[in-house]
T-cell receptor, first 114, second 118 residues
């Protein structure tokens, strides 16, 4: 069965510091990978997705993620954190070859310290 | 363009009472999803509709949960009777048809309904 593991339920960074949120997936077939952001009392918003092609994916708000098949990872990064980045981030996986449901990780809450 | 609309935003009920959630998807989106998000967890799919047809309801607890999407637009999710463990945020999402040319389409989420069962 498909699954994703997010390392660290809470991550704190200083404003201006690098943001690194970790995600590993398990899959026996080529995955589709996603990062979503959820602000308090709001629904999820897609940050970026990997389906095929270039393994470095750029998303909204300056975020990017790199698909590393050898490491089964899809870590999310941003060079410089802003206060507005404080939110919960979810990694998710689905598969190619017909519709497969999207499976979400347990989320990582990002705190940005002024 | 209006996003996915859900109501109510919050609901508090006593256990064994019924409750219903309503979702209006983005105009033109064929696919509608209901998710449940427990505290500290990611969303889990309950049911997926393609137009008015429920094509994946394998995770819907059918003894107490029901859903409908009449006319392939708005949808209602019902719980009857509610149990303490049903306390969660219920999220609705919509997308163009789930797959286009083999590519998965982006899901757009509503703000959710936070249910508290006492």
């Amino acid at each position: 069965a498909q699954s994703v593991t997010q390392l660290g339920s809470h991550v704190s960074v200083s404003e201006g510091a690098l943001v690194l949120l970790r995600c590993n997936y398990s899959s026996s077939v080529p995955p589709y990978l996603f990062w979503y952001v959820q602000y308090p009392n709001q629904g999820l918003q897609l940050l970026l997705k990997y389906t095929t092609g270039a393994t470095l994916v750029k998303g909204i708000n300056g975020f990017e993620a790199e698909f590393k098949k050898s490491e089964t990872s899809f870590h999310l990064t941003k060079p410089s954190a802003h206060m507005s980045d404080a939110a919960e981030y979810f990694c998710a996986v689905s598969f190619s070859g017909g519709y497969q449901k999207v499976t979400f990780g347990t989320g990582t809450k990002l705190q940005v310290i002024p | 363009e209006a996003g996915v609309v859900q109501s109510p935003r919050y609901k508090i009920i006593e256990k064994k009472q019924p409750v219903a959630f309503w979702c209006n998807p983005i105009s033109g989106h064929n696919t509608l999803y209901w998710y449940r998000q427990n505290l500290g967890q990611g969303p889990e799919l309950l049911i997926r509709y393609e137009n008015e047809e429920a094509v994946d309801d394998s995770q819907l607890p059918k003894d107490r949960f029901s859903a409908e999407r009449l006319k392939g637009v708005d949808s209602t999710l019902k719980i009857q009777p509610a149990e303490l463990g049903d306390s969660a945020v219920y999220l609705c999402a919509s997308s163009l048809q789930a797959l286009t040319s083999g590519r998965i389409n982006e899901q757009f989420f509503g703000p959710g309904t936070r249910l508290t069962v006492l």
